[in-house]
């Protein structure tokens, strides 16, 4: 069965540092992969998704995310942080024949 | 297009009473999903319909949890009795396809605090 692991709980960054907020996930066959963002009290909204075409994949708001087969990663990047992006980010799984499986989710905050 | 909208926002209830969420999806999709989210965890997924049919519901607490999706649009979540541990946020998703590689698109949730 597939899982998500999301290194570090916490990631706390300064307006305009670099955003890094990790994933490592576990398939036995080649995933799907996505990252959501949930904002305070909200649902959770689509940044972007793998799903075997280019392993470089852009999303809203100016993220990104690498998928790395080798390393079984999918970090998350944003090269400028900006205060609207503190939210919790979640990452997550599918074989494509079974339900999304979430991470625990990565609360990012930003020092102005 | 609307969203996913979810009523009520909260809900406070005594341990072994009964509550119910409701969930209308974007129109048109026919996938919905409901998914519990319990503080410091992501959601994870109750159970799954296609259009009025049932698609998964191997975590669905069945002896507790019940839901429905009659006319194939909007859905009913109810837990009875509810126990402490059910505290939760409760998220409908609705899909515009059946494949796992479609985005979900989330509504705002149904805080449930069971005291």
């Known amino acids: 069965a597939q899982s998500v692991t999301q290194l570090g709980s916490h990631v706390s960054v300064s307006e305009g540092a670099l955003v890094l907020l990790r994933c490592n996930y576990s398939?036995?066959?080649?995933?799907?992969l996505f990252w959501y963002v949930q904002y305070p009290n909200q649902g959770l909204q689509l940044l972007l998704k793998?799903?075997?075409?280019?392993?470089l994949v852009k999303g809203i708001n100016g993220f990104e995310a690498e998928f790395k087969k080798s390393e079984t990663s999918f970090h998350l990047t944003k090269p400028s942080a900006h205060m609207s992006d503190a939210a919790e980010y979640f990452c997550?799984?599918?074989?494509?024949?079974?339900?999304?499986?979430f991470g625990k989710g990565t609360r990012l905050s930003v020092i102005a | 297009e609307a969203g996913v909208a979810q009523s009520p926002r909260y809900k406070i209830i005594e341990k072994r009473q009964s509550v119910a969420f409701w969930c209308n999806p974007i129109?048109?999709?026919?996938?919905l999903y409901w998914y519990q989210q319990i503080l410091g965890q992501g959601p994870k997924l109750l159970i799954q319909?296609?259009?009025?049919?049932?698609?998964?519901d191997s975590q669905l607490p069945k002896d507790r949890f019940s839901a429905e999706r009659l006319k194939g649009v909007d859905s009913t979540l109810k837990i009875q009795p509810a126990k402490l541990e059910d505290s939760a946020v409760y998220l409908c998703?609705?899909?515009?396809?059946?494949?796992?590689?479609?985005?979900?698109?989330f509504g705002n949730g149904t805080r449930l605090t069971v005291t």
């Open positions: 998703a609705s899909s515009l396809q059946g494949s796992y590689n479609s985005p979900l698109h």
């Open positions: 398939s036995s066959v080649p995933p799907y």
């Open positions: 793998y799903t075997s075409a280019a392993t």
């Open positions: 997550a799984v599918s074989e494509g024949n079974t339900p999304l499986v």
């Open positions: 129109s048109g999709h026919a996938t």
């Open positions: 319909f296609q259009n009025n049919g049932v698609v998964d």
